[in-house]
DNA sequence: GTCTAATTGTTAAATAATTCACGGATAAAG
DNA sequence: CTTTATCCGTGAATTATTTAACAATTAGAC
């Protein structure tokens, strides 16, 4: 199969998302230029991404919401993705009590934390355990990614924990990059740079 | 002046962060390929960005950290950010409370919300507004970014309320995209989807 | 039926970003 | 003072992504 452009795949994710509200709202059909408005692109990107998945569309129509929908969903989803978090503090907590990932197919099954305070707790659900139990178990609970939302000075050390708890997945919300072998993937995600570059943007344009 | 590559723009606001390290450690000079280790990029493109600043490191030595910071602070940060916050809930207080912001020269001036016993609070020194006298704080503590962390049926509406105050940047971490004047630049941060690309990456590579 | 206007899908062109390849500078060794 | 190994800077090549241009399709008007 053809390689999918890493930016298609994101806005696709979106795609989903949008067409899921029309459905829910009884649209059943839509145009490329209906879909970019709403979203702030143009209707030749909207088109190309879906391109890459086949010949969806009817000309002079539009695309079957639903028939869109679930032709995105086979090439860029699948299953329910299980993850696994690192620090209940004030991030930690919001990502768990958060009520979108459920509805997104995002299971966070299970949270740590080397706070004594906070270990045997429950958070809208989930059980938060000690950092000592993690490898045991994130291997019984099947997780394929791990959120890390600890201070940044045991960033890496968590990191390690997940590597070698066979995760490959990790998204990491501490402002530092942490090493890891090639296999395992990293989504840093970085508050303070969107806003300073943010703030570059509105200087120079 | 020539235009600089976005992504040049991020990369450097983390070197800027990594050069602070640096300096902090006691480090006068350092390489680009022990930047490059550092950071998990290659060496080349690090050069590649700082040249666009000028010539700034010595063959066979490296580059001055303190020298090469200040040279990149001067292309892509400048002062400090004021930001407001719009929605003090779970994610909002993660926010507010967060102190990494105040080290990267962000600082949050005021937040608001409708919950009625969150107004008169302040929450790590800063204060929590009703949303009816945005505009009039707002233009009193000169923001230059809205933030929106208010339940997505609301952001379009606090979206227009940023507008209408005459700030210019907005960062949304609703899981809807806000319609703004072309003259407003939107920075949307989707926890989901990055959850969810990360597992397309895993599972494709 | 034929025409028209709207909308898709695709090829080609343009733009953006990364990687390669290597020349030039220079500190340190001898 | 010459050699050598190292590291910077950069033009050219490559790869990725977006935008433009347009042919093909078809519902609906007439
Ligand atoms: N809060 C924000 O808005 C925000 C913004 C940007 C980045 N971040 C980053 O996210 C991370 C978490 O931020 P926060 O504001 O939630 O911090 P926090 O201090 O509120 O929470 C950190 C939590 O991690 C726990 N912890 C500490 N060491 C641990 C370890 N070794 N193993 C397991 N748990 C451990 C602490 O007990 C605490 O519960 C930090 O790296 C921070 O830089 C946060
Ligand atoms: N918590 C997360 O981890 C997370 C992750 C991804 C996205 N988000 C998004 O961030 C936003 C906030 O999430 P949250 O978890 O903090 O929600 P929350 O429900 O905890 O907080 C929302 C806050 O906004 C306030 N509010 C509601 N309507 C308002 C209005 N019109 N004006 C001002 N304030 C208003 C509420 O009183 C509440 O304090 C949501 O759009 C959510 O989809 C959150």
Redesign the pocket.
């Known amino acids: 199969m053809k ?6 795949i994101t ?1 696709s994710l979106l795609y989903i998302r949008i067409l899921e509200k029309l459905i829910e709202s009884g649209t059943h059909i ?6 970019a408005d709403m979203m702030g ?11 890459n998945f ?10 079957k919401t639903f028939e869109l929908k679930k032709i995105l969903e086979d090439f860029v989803l699948q299953n329910i993705v299980h993850a696994v978090l690192f620090g209940v503090g004030n991030l930690g907590s919001a990502i768990l009590k958060y009520p979108g990932f459920h509805q997104d197919r995002i299971k966070i099954v299970a949270a740590f934390d080397k706070d004594k305070s906070k270990v045997g707790k429950k958070i809208n659900g989930v059980s938060v355990y000690s950092v000592k139990n993690a490898v045991k178990i994130i291997s019984k609970t099947h997780a394929e990614i791990g959120i890390i939302a600890v201070p940044e000075k045991h960033s890496q050390n968590i990191a390690d924990v997940i590597v070698s708890s066979g995760v490959k997945g990790i998204v990491n919300f501490s402002p530092i990059s942490i090493s890891v072998p090639e296999k395992v993937f990293v989504r840093d995600i970085d508050l303070s740079i969107e806003f300073l570059s943010l703030m570059y943007e509105m200087r120079h344009k």
Do not use: E, F
């Open positions: 390689r999918v452009a890493k930016k298609t806005r839509v145009s490329s230029k209906q879909l692109l143009s209707d030749v990107k909207i088109r190309k991404d879906i391109s086949g010949k969806v569309g009817r000309p002079r129509i539009g695309y």
